[in-house]
């Protein structure tokens, strides 16, 4: 069973920076690791891929457009996975997921993650 809780959004400014957390429960999940990943959608737009790590390898994986200002890490002592987010901008506007798949199909693909949280609201200003 896999359960998501995120946390940790609100509204900033532009510029401004925010962390977001999500506590991972994956008992029952593959034990050589998974991929966890943050995904966001703004209103009337598609879901899209922010950034991903493998909880075997610990590689990670963003997304070119976010590259520099967003950095995904995890906390094994807490099983808890955090987003730092720098430099944020109107566009980063958006709900927040975490989601949880297997180490298999494209790291970005929506499709490749079966678990997800119930996301946390981030809003930029300008």
């Known amino acids: 069973q896999v359960q998501l809780v995120e946390s940790g959004g609100g509204s900033v400014q532009a510029g401004g920076s925010l962390r977001l957390s999500c506590a991972a429960s994956?008992?029952?999940?593959?034990?050589?690791?998974?991929?966890l990943g943050w995904f966001r959608q703004a209103p009337g737009k598609e879901r899209e891929g922010v950034a991903v790590i493998d909880t075997g390898t610990r590689t990670t994986y963003y997304n070119p457009s976010m590259e520099g200002r967003f950095t995904i890490s995890q906390d094994n002592t807490k099983n808890t996975f955090l987003l730092q987010m720098n430099s944020l901008k109107p566009a980063d506007t958006g709900m927040y997921y975490c989601?949880?798949?297997?180490?298999?199909?494209?790291?970005?693909?929506?499709?490749?993650?079966?678990?997800w949280g119930q996301g946390t609201q981030v809003t930029v200003s300008s």
């Open positions: 994956v008992s029952g999940y593959s034990y050589t690791g998974y991929r």
């Open positions: 989601e949880a798949g297997p180490r298999l199909g494209y790291v970005f693909g929506s499709n490749s993650y079966p678990y």
